[in-house]
């Protein structure tokens, strides 16, 4: 794949969870439920990584460290997921 169609994909991909998250803030906004920010928190994490990727004209992931924010971003749903289903007391 060419330079060109790799910046372009993660931008499309980055635009996106920028947009989800954007889809989210405005569900927390009107029930205030914690899931609802931690998603959109990890999406913008998620954006944040691609826009991160393609500025350092990375075309292939290699090495673990390039999994850090996805990693965060994904351990950050699985709070939220186990937060909302966690019994109230």
């Known amino acids: 794949m060419n330079v ?3 910046s372009f ?4 991909i980055a635009l996106a969870c ?8 405005k569900f927390w906004k009107n029930t205030r ?5 931690f998603f959109a928190l990890a ?5 944040l990584d691609r826009v991160i990727i ?3 004209g990375q075309t292939e992931t290699s090495s ?7 990693l965060g971003a994904f351990l950050l ?11 109230k007391s």
Do not use: C, Q, T
């Open 4 to 6: 060109f169609a790799n």
């Open 9 to 12: 994909i993660n931008g499309a």
């Open 18 to 25: 920028m947009a989800i998250g954007v889809f989210f803030l």
């Open 33 to 37: 439920d914690r899931l609802f920010a």
């Open 43 to 47: 999406f913008w994490m998620l954006a």
């Open 54 to 56: 393609d500025s350092i």
């Open 64 to 70: 673990p460290e390039e999994y850090l924010p996805r």
């Open 77 to 87: 749903i699985i709070v939220a997921i186990i937060e909302k289903n966690r019994k």
